[in-house]
């Protein structure tokens, strides 16, 4: 089913606050997607990543992501895939932000750090001073392997630990930040709450301390999308969004302070919209950003926006309102 052809759910564009579909002037994150593969196949990832995907950015589109940065004046480079660490030009990237003192943050599924090849990893985080956010979708084994598979909860809590030994989340330069999500067809409890429960679960359990924790509200494509449509949820569920549109959570979407790149280079308003295959006003690629101004833009909208803008709303940071 069509996201435009769910009963009683109008158009997201109709529905935001008319200053909410620009951009801000000022950009501060270039988020960059450097491959779609994967060591998991999780249950609610909107791009389908897995062991069988092929994308992978190249160094030349690193370097092109890097040179845009310092021109356009971003803050902080979000690197997420996929897992990261199945690109190879991974560790010449975190040279790089490390030498030109970029912020950086990095999005792994921990489990892809128990493999030989990648054992190293936690050790260049460190050492890049990377600031790391983790997905747990839960806190306890039977939640968390639904999501993801049989066994990698035990695995995510030995890295979480490790990293922890590295000083992750008790240094301040290592700041190791956690991301729930969802196992159903329903919206994230209070983000605030949630990161209690999640501090006192595992540190009490297995000694594990964390910065912070994202809520983040599970989007309606991808393999998600092809959940809620196996258990005829998808109607339940966008109702469910459009519901509890909050038009608060509007004006702090993430599309309107970032913008990110594709493992190709083409441009995207967010990370969803790569999913959707939204591509950014004008179709421009990381390249053309060598030579063109950035300017204040449209953003493209679909109905899956509904799932930023739902209740406390939702980003790659979590909660927005």
Known sequence: MNLTDIPGVKPFDEMIPEECNLTLPQL???????T???????????????????????QETMQDCLTVFA????????????????????????????????????????????????????????????????SLPF????????????????????????????????????????????GGAFLPPPQASLAQEYRRRLEDQYGIVFNDLYAITNNPLGRFAAFLERSNNLTGYMQRLYNAFNPAAAYNMMCRSQ???????????????QAAQLPIAGRLTIHDLLTQPLKVRQIAFGNHCYACTAGCGSSCGGATA
């Not at 994967?38 to 190249?58: D, F, I, T, V, Y």
């Not at 803050?75 to 897992?83: E, F, K, L």
């Not at 913008?259 to 919209?273: E, Q, R």
């Open 28 to 34: 501060t994150t270039l988020q960059m997607n450097i």
């Open 71 to 134: 021109r356009h004046g971003f803050s902080t480079i979000d690197i997420t895939g996929g897992a990261p660490e199945l690109n190879p030009h991974l560790p010449w990237l975190l040279q790089q932000t490390r030498q030109q003192g970029i912020h950086t943050m990095l999005r792994t599924n921990l489990t892809i750090l128990k493999q030989a090849d990648y054992r190293s990893y936690p050790e260049l985080y460190a050492n890049s001073q990377v600031e790391l956010i983790a």
């Open 139 to 182: 806190y306890t084994a039977k939640d968390n392997d639904r999501q993801r598979g049989e066994g990698v909860f035990a695995d995510s809590i030995e890295m979480l630990q490790r990293f922890n030994e590295l000083g992750y989340g008790r240094e301040s330069a290592l700041r190791l930040n956690l991301v729930y999500n969802p």
């Open 36 to 58: 779609y593969r994967c060591n998991l196949a999780c249950k609610h990832c909107h791009l389908q990543c897995g062991p069988q995907r092929q994308e992978m950015m190249s």
């Open 259 to 273: 913008i990110s790149v594709g493992c190709d280079g083409a441009l995207y308003d967010c990370d969803f919209n």
